[in-house]
């Protein structure tokens, strides 16, 4: 059984860029989430997707946005990034069935440095 | 009042203490509850679930009061592999079937030899 990939695992990007983030699911989920993670603090929800459609939103703006793909990969677009976007950011899948919720796994994360 | 308060640690503790980690949530409507670890530079992975009944696994016991809306994880006879940051995590109720994750600012423990 494979886990949750992530790719990058590190990037460096400059103010202003764009930057997309990729996940592998790991086999058998359909739900992805992904969050960011400041430095000193837990990990903050971005979103979630349960089969390619975006069920679930935190308190991020739009330049943030996603996709979930049919084998349940998924990206994080973030759009004129700023230097708080620096942060690791996490994906995170889990198997959602008849409204009973099984727990996340956490891939590696992507450390993201804007300068 | 933020979603999900910890202790603010550090805990630095010896080996074979016991330690006792608190965390208080405001949403009464949470659903679910967790404790995650995260080490340094890591995702964070789960510890275990946590159930109004309270829970053991091995030397870790949960506790869940929800009345209190307080949850607890004890973690006895230490060892140096436990050193890590301990996230409480709840899942609100949402009718949409979203499950977010909500994580506390996580409490960090060195135990020491």
């Known amino acids: 059984e494979t886990g949750v990939t992530q790719s990058p695992t590190h990037l460096i990007k400059t103010r202003g860029q764009q930057v997309t983030l990729r996940c592998s699911s790991q086999s058998g989920h359909n739900t992805v989430s992904w969050y960011q993670q400041a430095l000193g603090q837990g990990p903050q929800f971005i979103f979630q997707y349960y089969r390619e459609e975006e069920n679930g939103r935190g308190n991020f703006p739009p330049r943030f946005s996603g996709l979930q793909f049919p084998n349940y990969s998924s990206e994080l677009n973030v759009n004129a990034l700023e230097l708080d976007d620096s942060a690791l950011y996490l994906c995170a899948s889990s198997l959602a069935n008849r409204g009973r919720f099984y727990g996340y796994t956490f891939g590696s994360g992507t450390r993201l440095t804007v300068v | 009042r933020k979603e999900v308060e910890q202790d603010p640690g550090p805990f630095n503790v010896p080996e074979g203490a016991t330690v006792a980690f608190n965390c208080t949530y405001s949403n009464s409507a949470s659903q679910s509850f967790f404790w995650y670890r995260q080490d340094c530079r890591k995702e964070p992975k789960l510890l275990m679930s946590v159930y109004s009944s309270g829970n053991e696994d091995g030397r870790f016991t949960a506790q869940l009061n929800r009345a209190s809306q307080y949850i607890s994880l004890l973690i006895r006879d230490s060892k140096l592999s436990d050193s890590a940051t301990y996230l409480c995590?709840?899942?609100?109720?949402?009718?949409?079937?979203?499950?977010?994750?909500?994580f506390g600012k996580g409490t960090k423990l060195s135990v020491i030899p």
């Open positions: 995590v709840l899942v609100p109720y949402s009718g949409a079937g979203s499950y977010q994750l909500t």
